[in-house]
């Protein structure tokens, strides 16, 4: 039996411990806040007091930690057993995922950069996108590991190609979230019905499933996080850094920055990132 160590069990960390464990694996959880992590030794894990308690004879290490200063901080505290993989999937940028090469390098240890697409629900069940990268030996040894969280996995080649293609990714989905929002804004302070909106592009060629999903969690006020409007505004700020690295000139990147940044300075940055539509209503 394969014994894998999760380190981080918030929003995506704590169903994927889940799903790893259902599926047969020997699953090790640690988290800042032990009582995050504590349910899923209801599910066959163990719960450990530390980091390096959890990665302590583990074949793979798993961290799913908020940004590149909590997994590095997370990880110096780490000795990894021989031929051990290091699976980091946080967003954690260009820069960030060249930091943690370095770190795995000083560790001695084998590094799969290898962030996921998806939020809570898809990480509930099991239907996450990983985009992975790293050498093919350790590619094929994860391989196990993310077909018991995913739906799909990408294998770039190098690193740090899965958080490059992550940024890609991010930029066109913040930008979705905040169209979104501002369409209905619109609607709204037009006088109309913003679900005329939604109707109008359902099986449209414009239309896109995301739209819905965040346009009626905004019409409803249903805006328990799937992910935090705070972490998006991170997400947005590496997508930014990344550009101007690229030489790119992300004008829409920054507009969306811009009003997530406003949405958590209005007090929304604990609520799901549809929340950025108080930001378009002022």
């Known amino acids: 039996m394969t014994t894998v160590a999760v380190l981080g069990t918030g929003t995506i960390g704590e169903p994927v411990a889940r799903n790893l464990a259902r599926a047969g694996f020997d699953v090790r959880v640690w988290n800042r806040t032990r009582e995050k992590a504590e349910p899923l030794a209801q599910d ?8 390096a308690e959890a990665a302590r004879g583990a074949e793979l290490v798993l961290s799913v930690l908020a940004d590149v200063e909590a997994t590095a ?13 290091w699976i980091q999937s946080a967003t954690v940028g260009l820069d960030g995922a060249e930091r943690l090469a370095e770190l795995a390098e000083e560790k001695g240890v084998a590094f799969v950069d290898a962030p996921v697409l998806g939020t809570r629900k898809p990480a509930e069940e099991a239907k996450l996108v990983v985009l992975a990268s790293g050498a093919d030996d350790a590619l094929d040894r994860c391989e196990p590991v993310f077909a018991a969280i995913g739906q799909q996995t990408r294998r770039l080649g190098a690193v740090p190609n899965g958080s490059k293609l992550k940024l890609v990714t991010n930029l066109w989905l913040l930008a979705v979230t905040e169209g979104a929002a501002e369409a209905i804004a619109l609607a709204e302070g ?20 995301y739209l819905h999903l965040k346009g009626e969690a905004i ?23 990344a550009a101007a690295r690229a030489g790119v000139e992300a004008r829409v990147g920054r507009a969306v920055r811009e009003a997530f940044a406003r949405g958590v300075e209005l007090g929304h940055g604990d609520e799901d990132m549809a929340a950025v539509y108080f930001a378009a209503r002022g």
Do not use: H, N, W
């Not at 901080?73 to 993989?85: N, P």
């Not at 109707?199 to 239309?207: C, H, K, N, P």
């Not at 019409?219 to 850094?241: G, H, I, N, Q, W």
């Open 44 to 51: 066959g894990a163990t719960v450990c007091g530390s980091a």
């Open 73 to 85: 901080e997370t990880v110096e505290e780490v000795e990894f057993d021989d031929g051990a993989v």
């Open 190 to 209: 037009l006088g109309l019905d913003p679900r005329e909106f939604l109707a109008t592009m359902e099986g449209s060629q414009i239309d896109t499933p």
């Open 219 to 241: 019409l409803d006020r249903k805006l328990e996080p799937s992910f935090k409007l705070e972490l998006a505004e991170k997400d947005a700020t590496l997508v930014l850094e």
